[in-house]
């Protein structure tokens, strides 16, 4: 079967020649200029929008969309400037009725026009690259109606003159002003910007700086702060109302530069009620709207921080070196703990816990609590006093706010060794007198301390705990052993302290009764008997007695006493009279404790166990000493406390300074150790620097004590210079043999 033949179609073009008519496009485009006329009289309801459209379409399609376009220009000009004559001719308030009400008949005609002319929008208009309609009717009503000679100015000067009677007091349309503002953003926001927005924030900011310079002058800081804020808070809801809400940020940014930026100095400086007098008042409401609005604008919250550190910081320095303060340790503590919990309120309150005000407010504690050199042993002795007496019958939980506040003090120290020092002679006479008011505590006290500062802080007072408990026990087992020996002797409790652990001071020679002797002869040969390898050296300095005793014929009572008032005491067994030097060379007591020994046994009034001639309140070596038979008290037990100084004199604070400076020297020598053993070779400088930073936990050790401890070490040969570098040293002959 062969092949068939391809067939070619061809489709060829309709004879039939269509024929125009000549008139066709300008017919066509009355009837449409006719219908937009009628759209702009609001006779809109008798068109058929269905046959308007057809005719549009056709004319497009036909070619004619230029003329249409044109001719829709045209009309729409005409239209507008009969519009923009209707505006111009109304009279005041009538204006901006006129002007919105032309607008949203403009935008409905607009939007009819647009429905008609769809398909012109839809394909003549992209392919010319021309105005769609919608935005062409916008740049019309713009240029004609807005932009008119008469118009624009009296626009912006009405809309200027609202805004301002608005800021006077009085009561706007602001519905209208909506309206008219956002025709002016929907126009675009250049118009927006130009017509309107950069002349409002012009004469915004000529309005402020007039007002805040009339303020400033009649007002003082906190009424001034109200008034900026309520400015402030206007501006924001006069945005929300009637503003485009970009605007927002600008206007507060004029309001903050003229009321705030411009008169920041002299509002924290102004005279009697400034910064400074509401941080003295503690006017939280206050502080709190000036941090609030000095945050908004640059270096505000520098300058607020800047015056309250100095201010904290004169202040603090004022308490720390003033006499009067000096001589109550405990009120000397509990102010600063009170300055700390005033500013700590304000930094909560008004100034919404920042952390830059925090960190100054510690820097300016740290500062000036370390100018008293004695701050160390004041906390001390403020935190002997709460656990004395201070807070008996306080709940736990107000025990651990005290306790936290005490190590907030204890953070600011830069000579943490020295607080150890004194805190360990405290707590040794709290526990041998069992005077502290809860071991629970003391011992919480001794974790946290342990939490800041490591183990190493804290061994010794834990081993002062241990020692406490052990002794119970070995005082159990001498009584279990002995006990039925001793007979009417006099009942014995010794504590046995741990050399190194106690602060114990070099044992002094004090004679104790011959009563009191043979029972400590009992416990020593029990103790060395039970333990072996140890020596006991009695601290008669630190312990105490109850006697009892019996005044004139019968008055008897319990005296509560030292063990160097008990050796006083009972010499007069045998003798009515004394002489001090008859009562120095029976006891053998050092002269300074004598001394205080008998000035609280003669000289305080109502526990005047002695008397003296001639009676003064100083004890001199002249003076005589008699039992007082006429002694009365209404308690049977009497306790009759050494007179000492709540706090150390001058010598023994010397003294203590001493003694914490030779414990510094192996702790500075084993950080240099430390630290050359790990780099090997170090110059002198760094080694200072690295030092310092590994001890600074416990104390700032002084450069020239540094110094001295590496000639040391080099005499040592744990170190040697370079012999080149004379600032250089190297790991000594010591440690390259190991």
Not at 240 to 257: F, G, M, Q, W
Not at 367 to 396: H, M, T, W
Not at 568 to 574: G, I, Q, S
Request: net charge neutral; hydrophobic share 35%.
């Amino acid at each position: 079967m062969s092949a068939q033949k391809k067939r070619n179609f061809q489709i060829e073009a309709f004879k039939h020649r269509v024929v125009v008519d000549p008139k066709y496009a300008e017919k066509t485009w009355t009837i449409l200029e006719h219908a937009i006329k009628e759209i702009y009289n609001h006779n809109a309801s008798g068109l058929s929008f269905e046959e308007l459209y057809r005719n549009a379409y056709n004319m497009v399609l036909h070619k004619f969309g230029e003329k249409l376009y044109s001719g829709l220009v045209r009309t729409m000009t005409y239209h507008l400037m009969e519009i923009s004559k209707s505006i111009e001719a109304a009279q005041g308030e009538l204006f901006l009725e006129e002007l919105n009400r032309k607008w949203a008949e403009h935008n409905k005609a607009l939007q009819m026009i647009r429905d008609i002319l769809m398909y012109m929008d839809r394909t003549f208009i992209p392919s010319t690259r021309k105005t769609p309609v919608h935005e062409l009717g916008l740049n019309l009503w713009r240029d004609v109606v807005i932009h008119s000679s008469k118009t624009q100015s009296r626009l912006l000067d009405t809309l200027l003159e609202l805004v301002l009677r608005e800021r006077n007091g009085d009561v706007i349309n602001r519905g209208l002003m909506r309206n008219i503002i956002k025709m002016l953003m929907d126009l675009g926001s250049y118009v927006y910007q130009e017509d309107f927005e950069k002349h409002f924030l012009e004469v915004s900011a000529d309005f402020y700086r007039c007002e805040s310079q009339e303020f400033i002058e009649s007002c003082d800081c906190g009424n001034y702060l109200k008034k900026a804020e309520r400015r402030l808070n206007e501006e924001m809801e006069r945005v929300s109302h009637y503003l485009d809400a970009k605007s927002e940020a600008k206007i507060t940014s004029v309001v903050e530069k003229e009321m705030i930026e411009s008169h920041m100095n002299r509002l924290v400086h102004m005279e009697s009620s400034g910064l400074v007098n509401m941080l003295v008042d503690d006017k939280y409401e206050d502080l709190g709207r000036m941090y609030n609005l000095f945050r908004r604008v640059q270096n505000g919250l520098v300058i607020v921080r800047d015056v309250m550190t100095s201010y904290i910081r004169d202040t603090g320095k004022h308490l720390v070196t003033d006499p009067e303060r000096l001589r109550d340790p405990v009120d000397f503590v509990q102010r600063l703990l009170d300055m700390k919990d005033k500013y700590d309120k304000i930094i909560s309150l008004a100034f919404n816990n920042d952390k830059t005000f925090q960190n100054a407010l510690n820097s300016s504690f740290e500062y000036f609590i370390n100018l008293n050199a004695r701050s160390p042993e004041f906390i001390s002795l403020f935190v002997d006093d709460k656990l004395r007496k201070g807070l008996r019958g306080v709940s736990e939980e107000d025990v651990e706010v005290v306790l936290d506040k005490v190590m907030m003090l204890f953070r600011y120290l830069q000579e943490k060794d020295v607080f150890e020092k004194y805190y360990k002679q405290h707590l040794a006479k709290r526990l041998l007198s069992g005077k502290t008011v809860s071991d629970d505590a003391e011992r919480s006290l001794i974790v946290k301390l342990k939490t800041e500062c490591g183990y190493q802080f804290t061994s010794k007072l834990e081993g002062m705990f241990t020692d406490m408990k052990t002794s119970q026990d070995t005082m159990h087992g001498f009584y279990t052993a002995v006990g039925p020996q001793l007979g009417d002797s006099p009942t014995l409790t010794v504590q046995v302290l741990t050399t190194g652990s106690w602060p114990t001071q070099p044992s002094v020679t004090c004679n104790l009764p011959a009563e009191i002797m043979w029972v400590c002869e009992k416990f020593k040969s029990y103790y060395l008997g039970t333990h072996t390898g140890r020596r006991l050296s009695w601290q008669t300095n630190m312990g105490t007695a109850d006697l009892k005793t019996t005044f004139g014929k019968d008055k008897k009572h319990e005296l509560n006493v030292s063990t160097y008032q008990m050796c006083v005491l009972m010499l007069f067994n045998n003798a009515d009279r004394l002489t001090y030097k008859d009562i120095e060379q029976a006891t053998e007591i050092p002269a300074t404790d004598l001394k205080r020994c008998l000035q609280s046994l003669a000289c305080v009034k109502g526990k005047n166990v002695l008397r003296k001639e001639p009676m003064s309140k100083d004890i001199v070596e002249d003076d005589t000493f008699f039992f007082n038979d006429k002694f009365t008290s209404k308690f049977f037990k009497v306790k009759i406390g050494t007179v000492v100084a709540q706090r150390e004199s001058e010598p023994e604070n010397l003294e203590t300074r001493q003694r914490v400076e030779e414990d510094r020297k192996p702790q500075i020598e084993a950080a240099i150790v430390r630290i050359m053993k790990s780099r090997r070779v170090l110059d002198h400088n760094n080694i200072v620097a690295e030092v310092t930073k590994q001890l600074q936990a416990r104390f700032l050790p002084n450069p020239v004590v540094i110094k001295k401890r590496i000639e040391s070490l080099i005499e040592r040969e744990f170190l040697e210079r370079d012999k080149t570098d004379r600032k250089l040293y190297r790991v000594g002959y010591q440690y390259r043999c190991e």
